[in-house]
C-alpha cells in the first residue's frame, strides 16, 4: 500500500538505491553459524520504509535470515536477478493463494518480471500444481508454452474475462492489479487493495464467496534456498543485459525501454 516512491523518500538522504543483491561475505556476527566469511550470498532488502539502505554499494549488512548461500554453478549475476521476483511468485501462490498439488491456477501477466518470462509459471509446476493457465501477449506465447503452461491464452486474441467469468480456477495470481475473480477461489495480486483486508475482505468473503489477498514480499532463507534448488534443478532466469556501475545511466534507460526482455543487472564490484 505504500508505493515505491514513498519507501524511498523514507530513506535517509543522500538516497541510497537499489534492492537485490548478490555478493561475497566479508564480515560476519558472533552466533551465525551458516555462513562463514568468503560464502557467495544472494538476497533483496526487505520492501519496508525501515530500510535504510540500498544494494548499489559497496557494503551493505543483512540478517543471515534474509540471505541464502548461492548455489554451485549459478552465477552472481542470476543470483541476484532471481530473488524478488521468484520469492514474490512463492509466497503468492503457495502462501497467500494456497496452491498445493492438483489445483488449478490462473497466472495473469505471465510474460512479466513477477511472471519473469514466465518464472511463475515454473514455479507452479514445481508446486505440482494440476493444471497452469497463463495470460501474456503474442510475444511471450511461446516461452509460456516452452516453460510448462498447460493452455496459454493470448490476451491480445481473447478476451480474459471469460476466463474469470467461468471461474474454474482454485488460485488465480494477478500481478497487474486490473482483474478480480468472479465467483470462488482465492485471487491473489501484487497490487494491494482495501478489499484484501480485514475486516472488509470477511465481508467481501461472506458476500460473494471470493477470497482476495495481496502480499508484500519478505526476503527469507528458506525460500530463496528453495529457489536454489529449482535453479540447480534446471529453473531458468532470463538476463537482458549487465551493465557496470559507471553506466548506470544506460542501465535506467534499457531498464525503462519497454525492449528488454529479462533482467538488467548492475555490477558494484568493479567500482564507479
Ligand atoms: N507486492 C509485492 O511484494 C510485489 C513484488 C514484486 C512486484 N510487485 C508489483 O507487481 C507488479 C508487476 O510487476 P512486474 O515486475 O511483473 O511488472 P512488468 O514486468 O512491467 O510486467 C507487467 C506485465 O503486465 C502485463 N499487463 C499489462 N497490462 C495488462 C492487462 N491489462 N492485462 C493482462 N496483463 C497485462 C504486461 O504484459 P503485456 O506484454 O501483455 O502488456 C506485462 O507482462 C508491479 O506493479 C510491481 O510493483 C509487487
Known amino acids: 500500500m505504500i508505493p515505491g516512491s514513498l519507501l524511498h523518500n523514507l530513506k535517509v538522504t543522500p538516497l541510497d538505491a537499489g534492492w537485490y543483491f548478490s555478493g561475497i561475505v566479508e564480515n560476519i556476527a558472533e552466533g551465525v553459524d551458516n555462513l562463514k566469511v568468503g560464502d557467495a550470498v544472494h538476497g533483496h532488502l526487505q520492501y519496508s520504509s525501515k530500510t535504510k539502505q540500498g544494494t548499489l554499494t559497496d557494503y551493505i549488512t543483512v540478517p543471515a535470515s534474509e540471505c541464502a548461500k548461492i548455489p554451485e554453478g549459478i552465477n552472481m549475476d542470476v543470483a541476484a536477478a532471481v530473488t524478488t521476483e521468484a520469492l514474490t511468485a512463492i509466497q503468492a501462490m503457495r502462501d497467500k493463494g494456497g496452491l498445493s498439488k492438483g489445483k488449478s491456477i490462473l497466472i495473469i501477466a505471465a510474460g512479466g518480471v513477477v511472471g519473469t518470462q514466465t518464472q511463475a509459471v515454473q514455479i507452479a509446476k514445481v508446486l505440482k500444481a494440476g493444471s497452469v493457465h ?19 491464452i493470448d490476451r491480445t486474441k ?12 482454485d488460485v488465480i495470481f494477478d500481478t497487474t492489479g486490473k482483474y478480480a475473480m468472479k465467483k470462488g477461489g482465492t485471487f491473489v495480486s501484487t497490487i494491494p487493495n482495501i478489499t484484501d483486508y480485514p475486516p472488509f475482505s470477511w465481508i467481501v468473503g461472506i458476500a460473494t464467496g471470493k477470497h482476495s489477498k495481496s502480499l508484500m514480499v519478505k526476503c527469507n532463507r528458506q525460500d530463496l534456498e528453495l529457489v536454489g534448488e529449482w535453479m540447480k534443478a534446471g529453473m531458468t532466469v532470463p538476463i537482458d543485459s549487465v551493465y557496470d556501475i559507471k553506466d548506470i545511466d544506460d542501465a535506467r534507460e534499457r531498464q525503462e525501454s519497454g525492449k528488454k526482455s529479462g533482467r538488467v543487472v548492475i555490477k558494484v564490484a568493479d567500482g564507479w
Not at 481473447?158 to 480456477?169: C, E, H, M, P, R
Open 158 to 169: 481473447k478476451a480474459i474475462t471469460k476466463a474469470l467469468d467461468a471461474a474454474s480456477y
Open 134 to 152: 497463463a495470460v501474456c501477449s503474442t510475444k511471450d506465447a511461446s516461452n509460456a508454452t516452452k516453460l510448462g503452461a498447460d493452455l496459454v
